[in-house]
């Protein structure tokens, strides 16, 4: 069994900057892939940004490609989200998931129905 836990949304303004992270129990976790997702009032949840089991692969929506960026720390069970030049658009509930393998395909990494543990997430609100 796998427990997420994020941290570090909160509300900012337009062109501030938040780092989400993410606690992960469990002693394989240096062994899979990592995802961050959001989910806007009444829309589907999409796909933000992905990390391979070593850190070594990322992947990036578009829409967050050059602002955002994703690392891990495996000796700490942790995977974060550094986001910057923050933009109303933005604003979203922020989910990590763990992948149940260490990397795959685009179109594997970006879909949700890859990923087999979710945590609660947390919510981000970018003001204009």
């Known amino acids: 069994q796998v427990q997420l836990v994020e941290s570090g949304g909160g509300l900012v303004q337009a062109g501030g900057s938040l780092r989400l992270s993410c606690a992960a129990s469990?002693?394989?976790?240096?062994?899979?892939?990592m995802g961050w997702f959001r989910q806007a009032p009444g829309k589907e949840r999409k796909f933000v940004a992905a990390?391979?089991?070593?850190?070594?692969?990322?992947y990036y929506a578009d829409s967050v490609k050059g602002r955002f960026t994703i690392s891990r720390d495996n000796a700490k069970n942790t995977v974060y989200l550094q986001m910057n030049s923050l933009k109303p658009e933005d604003t979203a509930v922020y989910y990590c998931a763990k992948a149940p393998h260490g990397w795959g395909a685009v179109v594997d990494i970006t879909t949700s129905g890859t990923y087999d543990y979710w945590g609660q997430g947390t919510q981000v609100t970018v003001s204009s």
């Open positions: 469990g002693r394989t976790f240096s062994s899979y892939a």
């Open positions: 990390i391979s089991w070593s850190g070594g692969s990322t």
